[in-house]
């Protein structure tokens, strides 16, 4: 069982920076490729970004695009989202997730297995 632990949210200016992250406990880390998914008030959950097991790829949604990085420490069990140029409609909850690294790429919610609890970016105009 994989646990997940985001942090580093808060409350930006549009056209700020943040950086999040995401520690992963109770497994092998390595053994998962990572997401970050944003979920606004009232919206569905949507895909932001992917990095395979090794950080050999990646891949993002094309609303964050030019903006967002998504990079991986395996010996620190953690992923990072460095959010740049940020604008009020990136203002979310952001949660990481996990999935098993011989599955791929998925930018659906329902094909992750595990999932942190999240974190909340705000952007004010």
């Known amino acids: 069982q994989v646990q997940l632990v985001e942090s580093g949210g808060g409350l930006v200016q549009a056209g700020g920076s943040l950086r999040l992250s995401c520690a992963a406990s109770?497994?092998?880390?390595?053994?998962?490729?990572m997401g970050w998914f944003r979920q606004a008030p009232g919206k569905e959950r949507e895909f932001a970004a992917f990095i395979t097991w090794n950080g050999g790829t990646t891949y993002f949604a094309d609303s964050v695009k030019g903006r967002f990085t998504i990079s991986r420490d395996n010996a620190k069990s953690t992923v990072y989202l460095q959010m740049n140029s940020l604008k009020p409609e990136d203002t979310a909850v952001y949660l990481c997730?996990?999935?098993?690294?011989?599955?791929?790429?998925?930018?659906?919610?329902?094909?992750?297995?595990?999932w942190g609890l999240g974190t909340q970016v705000t952007v004010s105009s």
């Open positions: 997730a996990a999935r098993p690294w011989s599955l791929g790429l998925s930018t659906r919610s329902e094909h992750y297995d595990y």
């Open positions: 109770g497994g092998t880390f390595s053994n998962y490729g």
